[in-house]
């Protein structure tokens, strides 16, 4: 049965830094890709970033602000955001999908994160 996990989400203030982290079982960690999505309150699930081997993507929203890497030994894929702003906002979802493929198949809990202004 696969697993994912999210942790590290909390209250920080605008300009503030958080490290989510995701903790993946029942799955090769290696033959995914893992990425990070997030849902604001009222608004769709929307995509903050992937990585697939050594290729990173981000929205457009954290780009030079977030950081995504992953711990193949570990089976962890984390999320580092700095100068977080109130519209980043949201549950954290993070979520797998065979490489190669198009379709994210298995999703964390979330995380909620919550920046004040």
């Known amino acids: 049965q696969v697993q994912l996990v999210e942790s590290g989400g909390g209250l920080v203030q605008a300009g503030g830094s958080l490290r989510l982290s995701c903790a993946a079982s029942g799955l090769t960690f290696s033959m995914y890709d893992l990425g990070w999505f997030r849902q604001a309150p009222g608004k769709e699930r929307k995509f903050v970033a992937v990585?697939?081997?050594?290729?990173?993507d981000y929205a457009d929203s954290v780009k030079g602000r977030f950081t995504i890497s992953r711990d193949n030994a570990k089976n962890t894929v984390y999320l580092q955001m700095n100068s977080l702003k109130p519209e980043d906002t949201a549950v954290y979802y993070c979520?797998?999908?065979?490489?190669?493929?198009?379709?994210?198949?298995?999703w964390g809990q979330g995380t909620q994160v919550t920046v004040s202004s």
């Open positions: 979520a797998a999908r065979f490489t190669g493929t198009a379709t994210y198949r298995y």
């Open positions: 990585r697939n081997g050594g290729n990173t």
